[in-house]
């Protein structure tokens, strides 16, 4: 790799070499797996560029591509595995300044892959859309890092995740396959070629996504004597087809004390649901709790404006927020994504929670997953050893629960995204030199591994 013939090629482009900020720009949440924190600790890049088009995007992959440089992607850099980190070093691409939404339809939206998402939501609402779905990091994320680091979060619930064909219409990517790159428009199936790759088959330079319609949803939390109680009522508002839901969530008496805002509203002891509804459809989830013996304790269409004006928004009290908002009162904490298929979620759920207790506190995200209700856990973890967690994740896996290993940087350890024939094909085609954030894909060293798990994220072949 060649830094200095780099930056001589790149006279009109913003390039950073300070090394406390670009190590700074080469770092994610990867400090959330106690694992990845000890492994990945000393990673950074050696240059940062910080593109305003595509057209500077080309340029510069093609500069890379003369000099032998690897290139990562970062959007807001707020991933969970170490994807957005440069483990071969070399230039790490910043997107942040791509931004513009570029075109609002019926029922579309198009923009720059670093526009962050509530900044997206923010244009498309007066005219009363909203984006389907978003990570709970919608306030800082960027679109292109949720489609190429994310699964899916809020509004899963309804949608089912990016994994599901029709939440994302088209990328256009940029593939580093030579001095001049190529630009490629990716639609249907082709859309997996990018789509959770972390980067490693081109930069995703614009995305066209669909739009639901907009909503002043309402916060509902609903306290439950017991776990179980919680667990099945949550399984059951799930799969009421008439109520338009955007979050579902299930906390238990572990996980509650950590949510320091909210505790006024979260009653010692009790297991939480968490329920973000259209305000059409709050009355109907107040009656079917109070029907199957919760307690509402907050609902926020209803609640005294000043009082629900000082809460963060219910949506941030799930999915890896819980997870943050325990480790900033307990660092030991970590956690696990554990897929919970139906049938028998309630059951699996509560079998893990009964082996575990307090070691392993009980978080669930309901879902639509493949055409029914889903559950996904995000239990926190008091982390002991490494041993000690490959043993709970052993667990789990032996009770019919997948896990999803948030302690591997990989594509395919992470059990999200399976490199098969058709993608490796692809890589070949896009990144002949393997230089598109090198290192996380095994398959492209290793072209017969075989992790021997389930994937979140189906093959190209079977897409
Ligand atoms: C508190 C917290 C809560 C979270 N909740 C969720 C959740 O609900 N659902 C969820 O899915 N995730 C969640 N995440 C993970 C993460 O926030 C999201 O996936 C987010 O969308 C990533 O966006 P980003 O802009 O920060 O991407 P980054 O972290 O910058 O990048 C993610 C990956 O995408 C690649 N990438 C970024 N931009 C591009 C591009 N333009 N072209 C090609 N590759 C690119 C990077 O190289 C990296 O591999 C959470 C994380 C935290 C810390």
Redesign the pocket.
Known sequence: MDIASLKAALPDIKLEDNPRIVQRKSR??YW?SPVLKRQLEHITGDILAVPKSEAEVVQILGACFDNDVPV?????????YG??MPLAGGLVLD?SAMTAVKHIGQGTVTAE??AI?AEIDKQTRPGGQELRL????YT???????????????GSIHWGG?RDPGNIISLR?ATMDGSEPTVITLEGADIAK?NH????T????EVTMPLAPAYDWSDILIAFDTLEGAVRFGEHLAGMDGLLLKNLCVLDEYCTPHLKRHQPYLPKGAAMVVVVAAPFAASDVVFLAEAAGGTVTLRTDTADAEAVAALPPAFEL????T??RAMKTDPSITYLQVLYPPPGISEKVLQMAKTFGPEVPTHLEFVRFDGAVGCFGLPLVQFTTEERLDEVIAIHEAAGAPIFNPHRYTLEEGGMKQTDAVQLAFKHQADPKGLL?PG?MIAWDDPDFDYGKPYLFPTLTTA
């Open positions: 994610d949440f959330y990562t992607v970062r959007g807001a850099g707020t991933g969970n994807q957005a997107v892959p670093g998402l978003s990570p709970s990091t800082t994320a960027s679109i292109g890092g949720f489609i190429a680091g994310g699964s899916g979060g809020v990016l990517l990018a790759a972390y980067g490693t081109g930069v995703i330079t799930g999915w890896n927020h997870t943050l954030n996380k």
